[in-house]
């Protein structure tokens, strides 16, 4: 073989793609990969809006003692929680806004539900859970937030 012929081949080796099934058996590993990781991914998500509800309710919670410290009572089941962010007509020695912002949703999207009383505390904020029903487990619980 002369230098020439040589030097041909090393560039038509360079010049060569990937084959059909090579990029067959690097997509094949890249679903095989995607169908372990997808579900252990998503199981986290559910659980991080699980516990960002808990916090959210906790800071709901916080904003309600001091509503009570303020107003000498929890506010009424018709007044819901917007009488933290809004004065309720006929209600003295009201000093909020008692949250930053507006009352913020469950991790779901949905609106907290407020009970005056509550099931096992005086009153109490609820979120219904993932599946947005009373009751259920896992992720689809209830969560209650009591004070």
Do not use: C, H
């Not at 949250?99 to 005086?122: M, S």
């Not at 896992?138 to 969560?143: E, M, T």
């Amino acid at each position: 073989m002369n230098l020439i012929t040589l030097s041909r081949r090393r560039q038509s080796l360079k010049q060569r793609g990937f084959t059909l099934l090579e990029l067959l058996v690097v997509l094949l590993i890249i679903a095989l990969l995607a169908g372990y990781v997808g579900p252990k991914l998503f199981s986290q998500v559910d659980k991080a809006k699980v516990k960002s509800t808990q916090a959210q309710m906790k800071s709901i919670g916080d904003a309600l003692t001091q509503y009570r410290l303020d107003v000498g009572n929890y506010p009424t089941a018709d007044q819901g929680l917007e009488a933290l962010v809004k004065q309720p007509q006929g209600v003295e020695n009201w000093y909020g806004p008692y949250l930053a912002k507006n009352i913020p949703a469950d991790g779901w999207g949905r609106a907290y539900q407020w009970n005056v009383p509550g099931r096992d505390a005086e009153a109490e904020v609820v979120s219904l859970g993932k599946d947005g029903r009373v009751g259920g487990s896992n992720d689809d619980a209830d969560l209650v937030y009591g004070l």
